[in-house]
């Protein structure tokens, strides 16, 4: 099972793109408000992990995440 | 913070338009001249993005039962289907829908937004799965969010995408929902039913699909896409409407299990919402029996679609995967697609403007549908109007 650590490097990962202007991405990095990301890159971000781990996300976490370190929280909730 | 806070987006972009002088969302209809034209926003135009397929709201046979039903049993029913709003012509348009679909159980619904946001969130609840279609309409997924049920997407129109999150789900597909659409309504594509019915068959669940921009255009009966595609024993539930094809406003429901007529009563938005009114009933009553009286109406929905959309694709404009009566033109960049949209209404065409979050994408659509009642001159003249479109803006729709 994939614990924490896996989640955040491969969000990260994914994620490299939207660190505009040098900008280092962390655990607080906010994936909409910070980064930009609009609700469909979400979904994208979303689907690129749930291939990567064979997972499926439900869209009922959604809400709770604002941070790259909600997510990764969640799909560890979610897998474990 | 304030409440009006998170409504800031919506008031930036009007002030957008106003400053444009463009009104795309909620053009006003000064006057319809027939089911096919009107002064809208103050142009006489051919109006093209009505979804008003078979051209049936001025038929003059829907339009007189209407007024008989006016006559005869008033405006409006007044109450909920569970009170006092139950009249005999609901349950002969449930019986005849009943017929025409084959189906044991039928449900009426006051729109079609009922219809499906209120089987979305009652077939399902919480402890229960729904997977649906990432591309699946607004109505569907205000329904799953309020059903309390665990949500997951797959990709549009990927039956192999949904095997994997049927295969991920083991023995809980045995208490699974599956959402899709028959006809997309942004670009007008047609689901893979056959092959998602093969994927529901052998993973389980239910599978629970809206036609309600198929309904009377394919299969040999006109059912619908699953009709057309041979799977109709596959399908537990089709949802639909009657605002389109049939000229009218309302939705519906039908299944062979029986347990439809339990779930009828637990259904919030049937329960706590006034019955349709005696006239919609009506004239859907007689839009539902000429459907099937008339095939012709769906001979030439089809040619017109495939005129329209032979037509716009030689233009060099990005057109849907796949020819169907909505004909749907992607634009990349925003700005372009509204001044397009004001450009057309100018020379004579309405649309409808799609900007996301409505269209499935990041681009914008000037989305077009076609009716039975357009005459092939009326589709050249759409035509003729995005041709005009062409010098300014072509590098856009790249």
């Given at each position: 099972m994939p614990d924490y650590n896996d989640f955040l490097s491969r969000i990260y990962e994914i994620l490299k793109p939207f660190a505009k202007h040098g900008r280092i991405l962390n655990e607080d990095s906010e994936l909409v408000t910070e980064l930009g990301l609009t609700s469909l890159q979400v979904m994208e971000l979303i689907e690129q992990i749930e291939d990567h781990f064979d997972i499926s996300v439900p869209l009922?976490?959604?809400?709770?995440?604002?941070t790259i370190r909600d997510l990764a929280l969640q799909l560890e909730k979610l897998t474990n | 913070m304030s409440l009006f806070d998170k409504f800031q987006p919506i008031v930036d972009i009007r002030a957008e338009l106003a400053k444009l002088g463009v009104m795309p969302f909620g053009a006003v209809t000064e006057k319809l001249l027939s089911a096919t034209e009107a002064i809208v926003n103050g142009h006489k135009v051919i109006l093209a993005g009505t979804n008003n397929y078979l051209g049936l709201t001025f038929d003059p046979q829907c339009i007189a039962a209407a007024k008989q039903a006016v006559e005869e049993?008033?405006?409006?029913?007044?109450?909920?289907r569970m009170a006092n709003g139950t009249f005999a012509e609901h349950i002969k348009l449930e019986q005849e829908l009943g017929a025409f679909f084959d189906r044991r159980h039928t449900i009426v619904f006051s729109t079609g937004y009922a219809a499906t946001m209120g089987m979305a969130s009652t077939l399902a609840g919480p402890g229960d799965v729904i997977v649906l279609d990432a591309d699946s309409h607004a109505s569907i997924y205000d329904g799953v969010r309020m059903s309390g049920a665990e949500v997951i997407r797959f990709r549009h129109s990927d039956p192999a995408d949904l095997e994997k999150r049927l295969r991920r789900l083991g023995e809980r597909t045995a208490n699974t929902l599956i959402i899709v659409e028959?006809?997309?309504?942004?670009?007008g594509d047609q689901a893979p039913l056959a092959d998602i019915a093969a994927v529901k068959r052998e993973y389980g669940g239910m599978l629970l699909v809206d036609e309600a921009h198929s309904l009377g255009m394919l299969g040999a009966h006109g059912r619908g896409v699953a009709e057309a595609a041979g799977v109709e024993a596959d399908v537990d539930f089709v949802v639909g409407t009657f605002s389109k094809s049939l000229g009218a406003i309302g939705g519906y429901c039908v299944s062979n299990h029986p347990e439809l007529e339990a779930i009828r009563f637990g259904i919030r938005s049937y329960i706590f919402t006034a019955s349709p009114s005696p006239s919609v009933i009506a004239s859907t009553r007689v839009a539902l029996r000429l459907m099937q009286e008339r095939p012709e109406l769906r001979e030439r929905l089809w040619n017109n679609a495939q005129r329209l959309y032979d037509g716009l694709e030689q233009l060099g404009f990005q057109v849907s995967p796949q020819v169907s009566p909505v004909v749907a033109v992607t634009i990349k960049d925003r700005n372009q697609a509204i001044a397009w949209w004001q450009e057309l209404l100018q020379r004579g065409a309405y649309v409808n403007l799609v900007m996301p979050p409505a269209s499935p994408t990041s681009d914008s659509l000037l989305r077009c549908s076609v009716s039975a009642a357009h005459s092939p001159e009326q589709i050249d003249r759409i035509i003729d109007a995005f041709a005009a479109l062409q010098p300014a803006g072509m590098a856009a729709a790249d």
């Open positions: 009922n976490i959604l809400p709770d995440i604002r | 049993q008033g405006t409006g029913t007044t109450g909920s028959g006809i997309y309504s942004m670009l």
